[in-house]
């Protein structure tokens, strides 16, 4: 089955302890992305990746990283996490042709205490 | 970053009540994609609009990319209990290209009443 997979679904963590979010995809996708879901705010894309070692920031890329050493994976990384960082989060890929959208995984609920 | 205003924010209709909601830009959008969401899953996309003017349906949806390009809109018909979830509106800036950029409104909560 064509999908996107996260794990966690679910991670609480305290300030300032480095976590890892993964994210694969298995449709041969050359573009990925992370967003987060906050209430009243819509999905805000962090970062995104147009191929392996090309990443690019998206809207609200502070405090994250990502690195797209293969093609499949794309992780997103807090290096000191913070309580605003709490959020929904929702990794995607999808094909380059213009006229394809993201396919999304089933999120990850994150929430830093 | 750039913003697309989707409105309204929430709506709570009877079955069998048609829908409507749009999304409108400041800027100049090459493709306007709309989404929807399940209670504790991902986007899933509706449908994909590419030309200005173009009109698209799937089933009871019905998605228009504004001649402008800076706005869409999207319309259910005849909704159903199944058709509860949130909706997103999301665009590809002209100026990004065909980038991995996509941006998001913010949403409409639909809930409809048996």
């Known amino acids: 089955e064509a999908q996107v997979t996260q794990n966690p679904r679910y991670l609480i963590t305290v300030t300032g302890k480095k976590l890892t979010v993964t994210c694969s995809q298995n449709?041969?996708?050359?573009?990925m992305s992370w967003y987060r879901q906050d209430p009243g705010l819509g999905l805000r894309q962090i970062y995104y990746?147009?191929?392996?070692?090309?990443?690019d920031k998206g809207d609200v890329p502070e405090g994250y990283k990502v690195s797209r050493k293969e093609k499949r994976n794309f992780p997103l990384i807090l290096e000191s996490p913070s309580p605003n960082q709490t959020s929904l989060y929702f990794c995607?890929?999808?094909?380059?042709?213009?006229?394809?959208?993201?396919?999304f995984g089933s999120g990850t609920r994150l929430t830093v205490v | 970053g750039q913003q697309l205003n989707q409105s309204p924010q929430s709506m709570f209709i009877q079955e069998g009540e048609d829908v409507s909601m749009n999304c409108t830009s400041s800027?100049?959008?090459?493709?306007w994609l709309w989404y929807k969401q399940d209670p504790g899953e991902g986007p899933v996309l509706l449908i994909a609009?590419?030309?200005?003017?173009e009109l698209t349906s799937n089933g009871r949806l019905t998605a228009q990319f504004g001649i402008t390009r800076k706005d869409s809109f999207l319309n259910i018909s005849a909704s159903i209990p199944s058709d509860v979830g949130i909706y997103f509106c999301?665009?590809?800036?002209?100026?990004?290209?065909?980038?991995?950029?996509?941006?998001f409104g913010q949403g409409t909560t639909l809930q409809v009443k048996p």
């Open positions: 999301a665009g590809r800036p002209v100026l990004t290209g065909n980038t991995g950029k996509l941006i």
């Open positions: 990746s147009m191929n392996v070692e090309v990443t």
């Open positions: 449709m041969n996708h050359e573009y």
């Open positions: 995607a890929s999808r094909s380059p042709g213009a006229v394809s959208g993201y396919t």
């Open positions: 609009l590419y030309k200005a003017g």
């Open positions: 800027s100049i959008f090459n493709t």
